[in-house]
């Protein structure tokens, strides 16, 4: 069974820092891993979307790496703003399935 | 473009009230659809995805029941509500069943049951 984990679960970091968001999963049969953003009470905003077969994808100060050996991925935020500050979702599409799964997100506070 | 609609945003009902949430897609057809809850402090959980008209698989035991009337059209119902269908309902949907084109999310519908 597909496990995907997120920690921290909470991070604070002062404004203009660059930072990184981890995100491990346990089976690397994958067809894609994808990064999301959820604001408090909002749906889920797709940031970037990786295939098995690449190893970054990059949206602006976005950046994400995928290293499916090793069963890990890391979302680069290059310059945070406070606009940045939102719930961070880490998901994978399972080789065997559709069922796309989970981690708990991490919650990222940017102070001006 | 492909947009997704829920509605409502959000939602108030009593214990043993029935329930409707509707999705629906635009701009693409015979898409996969799926609905998931978020509950506080815990991570998505798939409830139901369809692949097609009258598709529908159950992820887990529950006293919700979905259905697909029209390709693209999703339904999360419930003939009486319990306290613990409190949650927040997401509808997605994917062009393939893999998934592999990645996962697009509607806004929500925050739904406590009182």
């Known amino acids: 069974k597909q496990e995907v984990t997120q920690i921290p679960a909470a991070l604070s970091v002062p404004e203009g820092e660059n930072l990184v968001l981890n995100c491990s999963f346990t089976?690397?049969?994958?067809?894609?891993l994808q990064w999301f953003r959820q604001d408090p009470g909002k749906g889920l905003t797709s940031l970037l979307l990786i295939q098995s077969s690449q190893r970054e994808q990059t949206s602006g100060r976005l950046n994400a790496s995928l290293d499916k050996s090793s069963g890990r991925s890391t979302l680069y935020i290059a310059a945070s703003q406070p606009g940045d500050s939102a719930t961070y979702l880490c998901?994978?599409?399972?080789?065997?399935?559709?069922?796309?799964?989970f981690g708990k997100g991490i919650t990222l506070s940017v102070r001006p | 473009s492909q947009t997704i609609h829920q509605w409502p945003a959000t939602l108030v009902q009593p214990v043993g009230s029935p329930l409707s949430l509707e999705c629906t897609v635009e701009g693409t057809s015979n898409p996969n659809l799926y609905w998931y809850r978020q509950a506080a402090g815990r991570g998505l959980q798939l409830l139901f995805y369809?692949?097609?008209?009258?598709?529908i698989s159950s992820e887990v035991p529950q006293n919700l029941s979905a259905s697909r009337p029209q390709d693209r059209q999703f339904i999360l119902s419930s003939k009486k509500l319990l306290l613990s269908d409190s949650g927040f309902y997401l509808c997605?949907?994917?062009?393939?069943?893999?998934?592999?084109?990645?996962?697009?999310f509607g806004s929500g519908t925050r739904l406590t049951v009182v």
């Open positions: 997605a949907w994917s062009a393939t069943r893999s998934g592999s084109g990645g996962y697009t």
């Open positions: 998901a994978v599409t399972p080789g065997a399935n559709s069922k796309l799964t």
């Open positions: 089976d690397s049969a994958i067809y894609n």
């Open positions: 369809s692949v097609g008209i009258g598709q």
